[in-house]
C-alpha cells in the first residue's frame, strides 16, 4: 500500500459568517480541504465568494466560526492568539495582491526582516535573503527600496519575503492581479519553479487560468463549499 503524504493544511467543516444590522452573511458553510506537502492548489471563484476569507482563516489571521484548521497536524483553530502568531512566523509565508513591502527598507531589508523576528543572525539572515532575490532575477536590485522597483520587481521581493523563514505553507491570494501579462507570466514562472525545488506547499487564490493550469490541483469556491474541478 502507498503512503499517503502528510496534510500540511487540513480544513476540517469549517463555517464563518459576518453579523451586520439587518442579517448574517454566511461565507464558508462547510468547507474541508486537504493540501498534501509538495502540492500546489488553485483556489478559485468569483470576485467576493469567500476566498480571502478561507486564506485568512487557513493563515490563522481569523478563526472558523465552527469547524478546526490543522497546521503539520496541530489543531489551531481555538489555539490562543501568541500560539498562531508563531506558527504563522515559522510556518506559514503570506503573498497578497499588492506587496505591502515596508517602503523605508531596501529589497534586502525587506527579506532579512522577517527573518530577524525568528531571531535569526543578521549574517544568516541576509545570506539567505540575497540568495533569494538572486533566485528571483533581483541580484542588480538588492539595495533598491520599493519606489525605485517596478511593480514585477516589487511583487518578487513580496515572494521573497513570504518564503523567507523558509514556510512549509505559502498563501497567496491574487499574487499576479495587480501585474501586466507578461510581468505575470515571469511571475509564475518563478514562483513554481522554486516551490518545486523547495517542496513547498501552497494553496493559491487566483483568476489567471495559465498560473492555475501550472499547479497541481484546482479547486472552486462555490456557494460556502470547495469543490474539485
Not at 57 to 84: F, M, N, T, W, Y
Request: charged share 20%; aromatic share 2%; with cysteine.
Amino acid at each position: 500500500m502507498s503512503e499517503v503524504p502528510q496534510a500540511v493544511l487540513m480544513l476540517e467543516g469549517v463555517h464563518k459568517s459576518y453579523e451586520n444590522t439587518q442579517h448574517s452573511v454566511s461565507v464558508l458553510r462547510g468547507t474541508s480541504l486537504r493540501v498534501h506537502r509538495g502540492e500546489l492548489v488553485a483556489l478559485l471563484g468569483p470576485s467576493g465568494v469567500g476566498k480571502s476569507t478561507l486564506l485568512h482563516i487557513a493563515g490563522l489571521l481569523d478563526k472558523p466560526g465552527a469547524g478546526d484548521v490543522h497546521l503539520l497536524g496541530e489543531s489551531c483553530a481555538r489555539a490562543p492568539d501568541l500560539q498562531c502568531t508563531h506558527w504563522r512566523r515559522h510556518h506559514i509565508g503570506f503573498v497578497y495582491q499588492f506587496h505591502h513591502l515596508m517602503p523605508e527598507l531596501t529589497a534586502l531589508e525587506n527579506v532579512v526582516l522577517p527573518q530577524r523576528l525568528t531571531e535569526m543572525s543578521v549574517k544568516e539572515a541576509e545570506l539567505r535573503a540575497r540568495t533569494l532575490l538572486e533566485h528571483l532575477g533581483l541580484a542588480h536590485r538588492l539595495h533598491h527600496p520599493p519606489g525605485a522597483l517596478s511593480g514585477g520587481e516589487q511583487q518578487r521581493v513580496a515572494v521573497a519575503r513570504a518564503l523567507a523563514n523558509a514556510p512549509a505553507l505559502l498563501l497567496a491570494d491574487e499574487p499576479t492581479g495587480n501585474l501586466d501579462e507578461k510581468t505575470a507570466h515571469a511571475l509564475i514562472q518563478d514562483l513554481v519553479t522554486l516551490a518545486r525545488t523547495t517542496h513547498l506547499s501552497a494553496l493559491i487564490a487566483t483568476h489567471n487560468t495559465e498560473f492555475a493550469n501550472r499547479l497541481d490541483r484546482r479547486v472552486q469556491l462555490k456557494e460556502g463549499i470547495l469543490h474539485e474541478i
